[in-house]
C-alpha cells in the first residue's frame, strides 16, 4: 500500500519533472538541514561561543545557520535533477541590476567584515565617533550596522560604512585615563602657593588620583584678568566620569579656603573727553 501511494505521489506532477513526491522529499530534506542547522547553532554557541566577542560570534552563528540551510536547499535540487542553468543568465543580469541599487548594502557588509577582522573596538567598549557628535557604549557590530547607547541612554544605529571610515576614539582601552582643567588665578596671588593648596586638596578629596605619574601644574597663559594654570591629573579609567567634575570643585573649594581669588574679566573704559 505504501509502495503504491509513493508511486501514485511520483506520477502527480507539477511543474515540468518535478512530482508531489520530489516535492515531499525537498521538504524532507529542508526539514533535516533545518534540525541540524539548529543543532550546530546550539553546539557552537556551547562550546566556542563564550571564546569570542558577543557581536562576533553573533554574525558567525547566523553564517552557520543559514549556510547548512542553503547546502541543504541545493541538496534538494541537485537530487531531483533541477536545471537552473535557464535562470543563470537571467539571474546574473538581475543581479547586476540589484548591485548597483545595493551598493552601499554591499559596502556596509563589507566594512561589517573588516571591523570583526580588526576589531578596533569590542562591544562594551566606551566610545567617542568625533565626526559624528556621538559618544556611548558600543552595543554590538552586527552584519550592516552597529548599535550604541549614546550616555543619554537612547539607541543609535550606524551604516558600518561610516562606522569604519570615521575617526573611532575608544575610552576603554588604556587601563588609565587624565583629566584636566584650566583655573585663573589673581595677579597678587602667590603662583607656588596657589599650586601647593590645590595639590594638597587633590590628595585629601581625590584619592582614586595616581600618585605616579603626579599631579602636573603648568602656567599656560598671562592672561587678561588672571594667571591661568592648567591642572592635569592621571586616574584609572573607570572614574573617568566623576573626574573632571570632582576636579573642578576640588580646585574651586582649594582656592576659597586659601582666599585666593578666581578673578573675573576687566575691562578699563575711557570715557572720551568733549
Given at each position: 500500500?505504501?509502495?503504491?501511494?509513493?508511486?501514485?505521489?511520483?506520477?502527480?506532477?507539477?511543474?515540468?519533472?518535478?512530482?508531489?513526491?520530489?516535492l515531499?522529499?525537498?521538504?524532507?530534506?529542508?526539514?533535516?538541514?533545518?534540525?541540524?542547522?539548529?543543532?550546530?547553532?546550539?553546539?557552537?554557541?556551547k562550546?566556542?561561543?563564550?571564546?569570542?566577542?558577543k557581536?562576533?560570534?553573533?554574525?558567525?552563528?547566523?553564517?552557520?545557520?543559514?549556510g547548512?540551510?542553503?547546502?541543504?536547499?541545493?541538496?534538494?535540487?541537485?537530487?531531483?535533477?533541477?536545471?537552473?542553468?535557464?535562470?543563470?543568465?537571467?539571474?546574473?543580469?538581475?543581479?547586476?541590476?540589484?548591485?548597483?541599487?545595493t551598493?552601499?548594502?554591499?559596502?556596509?557588509?563589507?566594512?561589517?567584515?573588516?571591523?570583526?577582522?580588526?576589531?578596533?573596538?569590542?562591544?562594551?567598549?566606551?566610545?567617542?565617533?568625533?565626526?559624528?557628535?556621538?559618544?556611548?557604549?558600543?552595543?554590538?557590530?552586527?552584519?550592516?550596522?552597529?548599535?550604541?547607547?549614546?550616555?543619554?541612554?537612547?539607541?543609535?544605529?550606524?551604516?558600518?560604512?561610516?562606522?569604519?571610515?570615521?575617526?573611532?576614539?575608544?575610552?576603554?582601552?588604556?587601563?588609565?585615563?587624565?583629566?584636566?582643567?584650566?583655573?585663573?588665578?589673581?595677579?597678587?596671588?602667590?603662583?607656588?602657593?596657589?599650586?601647593?593648596?590645590?595639590?594638597?586638596?587633590?590628595?585629601?578629596?581625590?584619592?582614586?588620583?595616581?600618585?605616579?605619574?603626579?599631579?602636573?601644574?603648568?602656567?599656560?597663559?598671562?592672561?587678561?584678568?588672571?594667571?591661568?594654570?592648567?591642572?592635569?591629573?592621571?586616574?584609572?579609567?573607570?572614574?573617568?566620569?566623576?573626574?573632571?567634575?570632582?576636579?573642578?570643585?576640588?580646585?574651586?573649594?582649594?582656592?576659597?579656603?586659601?582666599?585666593?581669588?578666581?578673578?573675573?574679566?576687566?575691562?578699563?573704559?575711557?570715557?572720551?573727553?568733549?
Amino acid at each position: 500500500m505504501v509502495l503504491e501511494f509513493l508511486q501514485g505521489l511520483s506520477q502527480m506532477q507539477i511543474i515540468g519533472e518535478l512530482t508531489v513526491l520530489s516535492l515531499l522529499i525537498g521538504g524532507i530534506i529542508m526539514a533535516i538541514g533545518t534540525i541540524i542547522a539548529k543543532i550546530a547553532k546550539l553546539l557552537f554557541h556551547k562550546y566556542y561561543a563564550p571564546t569570542l566577542p558577543k557581536d562576533t560570534a553573533q554574525n558567525i552563528s547566523k553564517l552557520i545557520y543559514f549556510g547548512i540551510i542553503i547546502i541543504s536547499f541545493f541538496v534538494f535540487t541537485s537530487s531531483q535533477g533541477i536545471d537552473f542553468s535557464g535562470l543563470a543568465v537571467a539571474g546574473g543580469i538581475f543581479a547586476v541590476v540589484i548591485g548597483f541599487a545595493t551598493q552601499s548594502v554591499v559596502s556596509n557588509l563589507i566594512s561589517g567584515l573588516f571591523l570583526m577582522i580588526e576589531k578596533p573596538v569590542k562591544h562594551g567598549d566606551t566610545i567617542q565617533i568625533p565626526d559624528m557628535g556621538i559618544s556611548g557604549t558600543l552595543l554590538d557590530i552586527a552584519t550592516f550596522s552597529s548599535r550604541v547607547r549614546k550616555f543619554d541612554g537612547t539607541v543609535i544605529r550606524i551604516p558600518n560604512e561610516k562606522f569604519f571610515t570615521s575617526n573611532i576614539r575608544s575610552l576603554s582601552t588604556s587601563t588609565v585615563r587624565r583629566a584636566d582643567i584650566m583655573v585663573g588665578i589673581a595677579y597678587k596671588d602667590d603662583i607656588d602657593n596657589a599650586i601647593s593648596v590645590i595639590k594638597k586638596e587633590i590628595q585629601i578629596t581625590m584619592p582614586f588620583v595616581l600618585s605616579i605619574p603626579e599631579p602636573e601644574f603648568r602656567v599656560e597663559e598671562l592672561g587678561d584678568s588672571s594667571v591661568n594654570i592648567q591642572v592635569l591629573v592621571w586616574h584609572p579609567k573607570d572614574d573617568w566620569s566623576q573626574a573632571q567634575p570632582i576636579l573642578l570643585t576640588t580646585v574651586k573649594r582649594a582656592l576659597d579656603k586659601s582666599g585666593i581669588e578666581i578673578p573675573f574679566p576687566q575691562r578699563v573704559i575711557w570715557k572720551a573727553k568733549d
